[in-house]
């Protein structure tokens, strides 16, 4: 079973960035389309991007263009979020996924991995 580990939140000002990783194990990572997906409370889960297997291609929701880079370096089987100007809209539990195929990541099935606990941002005013 593919098992993903997220790491890097915290809490941080307005304006503030931070740089959020996935780490994989238990598959072959380089096979795999990834996505980044956010949870706030009271509210769904939402995707925020995904990435095909080679890195070379990012797709993000209207929503989420702008201020959120994926990138993924398959050397050491681990992708990154970069979030820049981060606002107070942007707290939320941030959780990372796996797919065969790019679309089966943006709609959201079928997924390779459990969502596991993801990685908390807090944003102050």
């Known amino acids: 079973q593919v098992h993903l580990v997220e790491s890097g939140g915290g809490l941080v000002q307005t304006g503030g960035s931070l740089r959020l990783s996935c780490a994989a194990s238990?598959?072959?990572?380089?096979?795999?389309?990834m996505g980044w997906f956010r949870q706030a409370p009271g509210k769904e889960r939402e995707l925020i991007g995904a990435?095909?297997?080679?890195?070379?291609?990012?797709y993000y929701p209207d929503s989420m263009k702008d201020r959120f880079i994926i990138s993924r370096n398959n050397a050491i089987n681990t992708m990154y979020l970069q979030i820049l100007s981060l606002k107070p809209e942007d707290t939320a539990v941030y959780y990372c996924n796996a797919g065969e195929k790019l679309h089966y990541v943006v709609v959201g099935e079928p997924l390779l991995a459990p969502w596991g606990q993801g990685t908390q941002v807090t944003v102050s005013p």
């Open positions: 238990g598959g072959s990572f380089s096979r795999y389309a």
């Open positions: 990435i095909i297997p080679n890195g070379a291609s990012v």
